[in-house]
């Protein structure tokens, strides 16, 4: 038994692992981005949303980190794949079980062979035994299965990372949506504001018979388009803050504000090389992770095409008196080895090969897929960036050139050189474009938020941190990774 059981392990040791070994596949990689900022600082790698200089979205931001249910389903995710992975690998080892059992039985005395009288009727069994059974690993089957297993639940840690990145890009993006709203707010009350004044003076002008009725009328119709605007305004804020409530892991409620769009700090863009995208981005990371799974079970469907060596052992006690039970003589034992193999199974085997080669193909077009994607997503967040600087700048000067038309059209008009209407049409230039200046200034600060999220970075591991299982998750992690190597 003990000769067999060296031999066992020896072959186990020094079996092979039928399949293709992984090897990262060949990927073109850009030099540059095209819309790289000259004053681009080594800032990725950095919890960035502490840059911004508001203590409400850093608090914003941790809370969330701690609350979100999304995050949650995600380590809720990691612990199923951890125990997948630790079930596959038991196969490795020899699986011991223990049972013991007890029988009382009568048997009939009218057979035609009657029964001696020095067999006892009713008769007692009583049994205690342990067994062991192991299947050898000759042909790498199981230690395939355990490489793809420790590679899905790599992959579900960096799904959970992905999802630490959004989460954080998700709750900025917001709140300077939401601040950029607010301003809007203010923006269209200041000027509803003017033109119920500009109503009333011009109600007061008309019963004087000062000014025509056409000119009441058309001041009345410049304040209800902006009453008209408030409410929509007002509307947006409340799914705003639901918004940002729900990646808080709370119900719908207010959300708390601090520096206004024009307070806030606008840091630098951080920088950043294509190749860097390899290692920095969950997703890419995720997308190579399934594909060393799909690969490493195509070896685990290769290795059915060969024979299955099994070995089962079992030792224990067995007596018709308990207390004979322990005795020398109720020992019993066993062992025997085993040996299957298929001759003929219809395309059983070569089917579940098939699957696994188109897999792996359609997780090496993933990962690939995700690589063009991540370059495509850096180029479009840097160049939102730079036309959103160019944009910005030149709606202010619309702003002012605006505010500057609609005062001197107010001076014409009280001199009695021009209509109403010629007021009237400098507001309804001013108005919409202080709308979309509040806007585009909100857009800026989000397609700073966005570079972030393209590039990827340390800051996951940071932010990571703040969700009171990144570290216990990434010791995990870490084992596994180190399991692989190995």
Known sequence: ????????????????????????????????????????????????WKQFGDPVLDDLITRALAGNKSVAIAAANIEQASGVMTQVRSALFPQVSYGAGATRQRLSEKNATPLSSSIPNPQKSFQLFAGASWEIDLWGRIRRLSEASRAELL?????????????????????????????????????????????????????????????????????????????????????????????????????????????????????????QLLENRPDILQAEQNLIAANARIGAARALYFPTISLTGDYGRSSGALRNLFRGPAEIWSYAGSITGPIFTAGAVSGQVKQAEAARQAALLAYQSAIQNAFADVEDALVGRQKLTDQIEAQGRLVTAAKEYERLARLQYDGGYTPY???????????????????????LFSSLVNIYKALGGGWVSEADKLTGTGQQQGATAGAAAGGERG
Do not use: H
């Open 155 to 275: 992959a579900s840690v960096e799904a959970r990372r992905g999802v630490v990145l959004s989460l954080v890009a998700s709750v900025a993006d917001n709140y300077f949506l939401l601040r950029g709203l607010d301003e809007q707010l203010v923006i269209a009350r200041r000027n509803l504001a003017s033109y119920q004044d500009s109503v009333k003076l011009f109600e007061l002008q008309f019963s004087y018979g000062q000014i025509s009725q056409m000119n009441v009328q058309q001041a009345r119709t410049q304040y209800e388009t902006a009453a008209a605007t408030i409410p929509q305004i007002e509307n947006l804020i409340v799914q705003t803050e639901n918004a940002i409530s729900i990646l808080l892991g709370r119900n719908p409620e207010p959300v708390p504000r601090g520096k206004s769009i024009y307070e806030l700090v606008l840091p630098s863009v951080p920088a950043g090389v294509p190749s």
């Open 421 to 443: 209407f010629t007021v009237l049409q400098a507001q309804q230039q001013l108005f919409p474009a202080e709308l979309e200046w509040a806007q585009t200034r909100a857009s």
């Open 1 to 48: 038994m003990r000769r067999l059981f060296i031999l066992a392990i020896s072959l186990s040791l020094a079996g092979c692992m039928v399949g293709p070994d992984y090897r990262r596949p060949a990927v073109e990689v850009p030099q540059n981005y095209r819309y790289g900022f000259k004053d681009a600082r080594e800032t990725a790698d950095t919890t960035w």
